[in-house]
């Protein structure tokens, strides 16, 4: 006769770090800007199969018609179209957010701009375009998100920084220096948030095949692929686990940091 198993019987040993559960993020509420984007749009696609019910937000309108799209593929998603670098139209996000699910468990700050240009021809409104959109933006959306986090007791946010804060190259100045001050804001957030039960962390990818990268252009595509160990360009894809890593209770006791995936590219040298 074959046994039948008891309904009271008892979960089978280590259940809660089974990888299903650890990295789970069903019923949970994920909020990502830029999600209309090469890396916004994969990170979207990671968190839905995660089990996360999902604000997907961009400045473009293209991004109602993105979570059309990904809603008949079965994901549970919404869409906001606003502009990260007004304060009114954040708030506005956030009073619907809150109006529609009462909670906020994950903020992924994705949105970004980058501008190539010399030092010495860089215009301040340059500079400041890109400040207010890759580095205040990220201030601004945290810090709405994280009052409501505090509220509820629990919360993650994750900040998009990216190599460039620790290293640099020609012509990016804004844009090195914002990232720099994303990795720095997640640490003084982390600080300033501890005891709270919300976490701030922060992904900062390598050379990643996106709308924004010089893939295109033979030679740099040959050198970035010639010098990082894994010997190819990041895909989107590529921070998907990061990601899912810092948002669920697998990084639960992961605070202040900013995470590499780079495919080792700052790891060597000649």
Not at 14 to 26: E, G, H, M
Not at 163 to 177: D, E, G, K, Q, S
Not at 237 to 258: K, R, V
Request: proline share 5%; with cysteine; hydrophobic share 45%.
């Amino acid at each position: 006769m074959t046994a039948t198993a008891s309904p009271h019987a008892a979960p089978p040993p280590f259940a809660d770090l089974a990888p299903q559960n650890l990295f789970s993020l069903a019923g949970q509420v994920v909020l990502i800007t830029g999600a209309a984007g090469g890396i916004g749009g994969a990170l979207a696609r990671g968190f839905a199969a995660a089990g996360a019910k999902l604000i997907a937000c961009d400045l473009q309108p293209r991004m109602h018609e993105l979570a059309a799209q990904w809603r008949a593929d079965g994901m549970d998603v919404e869409s906001m179209v606003f502009d990260v670098t007004q304060e009114d139209d954040i708030a506005n996000a956030y009073a619907q957010v809150a109006q529609r699910h009462g909670r906020l468990d994950v903020l992924v700050n994705n949105a970004g701009i980058i501008v190539r240009k010399p030092f010495l021809e860089l215009q301040r409104q340059e500079w400041q375009k890109v400040m207010d959109t890759d580095l205040t933006a990220c201030f601004l959306m945290a810090q709405h998100a994280a009052r409501m986090m505090v509220a509820q007791g629990s919360g993650r946010i994750i900040h998009l920084s990216s190599i460039m804060n620790h290293v640099a190259r020609p012509n990016l100045v804004p844009y090195v220096v914002a990232k720099g001050g994303v990795s720095a804001l997640t640490r003084a957030m982390a600080a300033d948030l501890g005891g709270t039960g919300v976490t701030v962390n922060a992904l900062a990818p390598g050379y990643t095949h996106t709308e924004f990268s010089q893939a295109k252009d033979p030679e740099f595509n040959a050198f970035v692929s010639g010098w990082t160990p894994a010997r190819r360009w990041g895909q989107p894809e590529d921070l998907c686990g990061a990601a899912l890593l810092l948002a669920s209770g697998a990084g639960a006791y992961i605070n202040g940091q900013t995470l590499y995936v780079d495919g080792g590219f700052l790891a060597v040298t000649r």
